[in-house]
């Protein structure tokens, strides 16, 4: 089974050497934790096997994220982005307000949901991406209400990036004070892998950790990881 490099050194080998390729995965936690520049390393790491990569946000300009990823990490991202190794693309999501039946609401989100999907197809297809990075669906499921419409919401669309010839990374918000793996609770039952980023105390002090809390075909860990955030890219920790 191929694989992709994580870009995080030291988790490949606790999950078969990688992301299985064009897997969706599904990198979650508290705001915080570490999940813009998990995504960062994860396409910085394409780029250095001449792989493209896309980072789609959809809540932040593609100002902030680069400022955030410059600041943390001695890369080169203008130079990256100069050579087509790297695209920001913003999708925030246009949304009418005046509407109140069901069935308006349902055709809403067929809407957007579809040009969601067709807009990232469009950049994935014209950069020959092979990496992607959607941060974050929690924008989704913060606008859809109604359980239902939010479950085949979020199916279609992690459906739709499974056709594509891409590894994805989407990432999700813990909310405070649950034991959700996401806003909802419900996109981490269709994606191929979950990893929970978290601050617990580790040897006295309080640490970021990793858990590989799901992968389809692996036989992954099942233990915490502490890892710290260098500016050569993310590293776990081996507790000895």
Same mark, same amino acid.
């Given at each position: 089974m191929e694989r992709l490099n994580s870009g995080v050194t030291g988790l490949d080998e606790k999950m078969k050497g990688g992301f299985v390729k064009n897997s969706v995965n599904l990198v979650t936690g508290r705001t915080g934790t570490g999940k813009t520049a998990f995504c960062a390393s994860f396409l910085y790491a394409g780029t250095q096997k001449n792989e493209s990569g896309v980072y789609v946000t959809t809540e932040e300009p593609e100002e902030d994220i680069k400022e955030d990823i410059k600041s943390m990490f001695n890369w080169n991202i203008d130079e990256l982005k100069s050579k087509n190794l790297i695209e920001f693309v913003v999708l925030e999501p246009v949304i009418p307000i005046n509407f109140n039946r069901e069935e308006e609401m349902s055709k809403i989100l067929k809407i957007y949901v579809y040009d969601l999907y067709s807009k990232i197809e469009k950049i994935v297809k014209k950069t020959n991406a092979k990496r992607l990075v959607i941060d974050s669906t929690t924008i989704i499921e913060m606008f859809i209400k109604d359980d239902y419409l939010r479950r085949v919401a979020l199916m279609k669309?992690?459906? !739709?990036?499974? #056709? @594509? =010839?891409?590894?994805? $990374?989407?990432?999700?918000?813990?909310?405070?004070?649950? !034991?959700?793996?996401?806003?909802?609770?419900?996109?981490? %039952? %269709?994606? =191929?892998?979950?990893? #929970?980023? +978290?601050? @617990?105390?580790?040897?006295? +002090?309080?640490?970021?950790?990793?858990? $590989?809390?799901?992968?389809?075909?692996? !036989?992954?860990?099942?233990?915490?990881?502490? %890892?710290?955030?260098t500016k050569d890219g993310l590293k776990v920790i081996e507790i000895k």
């Open positions: 669309l992690i459906g !739709d990036l499974k #056709k @594509l =010839d891409i590894t994805t $990374i989407v990432t999700g918000t813990v909310p405070e004070g649950t !034991d959700l793996l996401s806003m909802s609770g419900i996109i981490e %039952f %269709f994606v =191929d892998s979950v990893i #929970k980023l +978290e601050f @617990l105390p580790v040897a006295e +002090e309080f640490k970021r950790t990793l858990t $590989i809390r799901k992968m389809r075909r692996t !036989d992954h860990s099942i233990f915490i990881h502490p %890892f710290e955030i």
